[in-house]
């Protein structure tokens, strides 16, 4: 074998030898991506979530109907359940049955219309009061000194994520003032839980308000952080009464 020909064999070796760490690097930095994602949502390859929705209003005889843009929502948590190797049962509020912490839970839509929502809110964050009604106004998260009303301009979520004693799976709360207001929590939370687990580390309680602004005109792609209400929300007082009421 001349040199010239050795010189081109030990070149394409070094090549293929590079070539296959630089993907064994990547594939390394991808089950470590998608691990610390399992960790912080709970959801192990193989494992099982709930994905509890509320009830859609005027649906007739079909009681398990949701509302279009809780739909929305559903397929954005399906695509991050897809993603952990991990398998989701969707439930309806009233139909659940079971305590917490075996499974994690992804629990969608206001408590007025969910009552495993108003179920968890008064039992996790007990600071936090959410009104609904048809007037102006009556759309309202009151957390501790905080308050957010809905109206033609902007709408509110209050996110949050519940951890579960004795090191449990976590239950996660999207309760929006409108279907847009949950579709854009969960798309937040879809897109953000990286910096969420940063902040509050993989097994830490928050809770959030997000503002959407104009959902009419951008529907639920314009979202702001309105408030941190994580200390209010867990403080164990009476949430105050609107003003707006």
């Avoid at 991050?80 to 049955?97: M, N, P, Q």
């Avoid at 951890?163 to 937040?188: D, F, H, K, W």
């Avoid at 993989?202 to 104009?214: E, H």
């Amino acid at each position: 074998m001349t040199d010239n020909v050795l010189n081109v064999v030990l070149g394409l070796v070094a090549s293929a030898i590079s070539a296959g760490l630089g993907w064994l690097a990547q594939a390394l930095r991808r089950r470590r991506r998608v691990e610390r994602v399992r960790a912080f949502f709970g959801l192990p390859a193989g494992g099982e979530c709930l994905i509890v929705v509320n009830r859609s209003v005027g649906t007739g005889s079909d009681a398990k109907t949701v509302t279009r843009r809780d739909a929305y929502a559903l397929m954005w948590l399906a695509g991050l359940v897809e993603e952990c190797g991990a398998k989701a049962e969707l439930v309806a509020h009233d139909e659940v049955g079971r305590g917490l912490g075996a499974k994690t839970e992804f629990c969608l839509g206001g408590p007025v219309s969910n009552e495993r929502m108003a179920a968890h809110l008064a039992w996790g964050l007990p600071g936090a009061l959410m009104t609904s009604g048809p007037g102006p106004g009556s759309n309202v998260i009151v957390v501790g000194d905080h308050e957010f009303t809905a109206d033609r301009d902007q709408a509110h979520t209050l996110l949050a994520r519940i951890a579960t004693p004795e090191g449990g799976r976590p239950v996660y709360l999207v309760s929006g003032q409108t279907g847009i207001a949950n579709q854009a929590g969960v798309r937040y939370l879809v897109a953000n839980h990286r910096k969420l687990a940063r902040t509050y580390g993989q097994n830490g309680t928050f809770a959030l308000v997000l503002r959407i602004v104009n959902p009419d005109a951008y529907g639920p792609d314009m979202v702001e952080l309105a408030a941190d209400v994580t200390a209010a929300a867990l403080r164990r007082t009476t949430p105050r009464t609107p003003a707006t009421a």
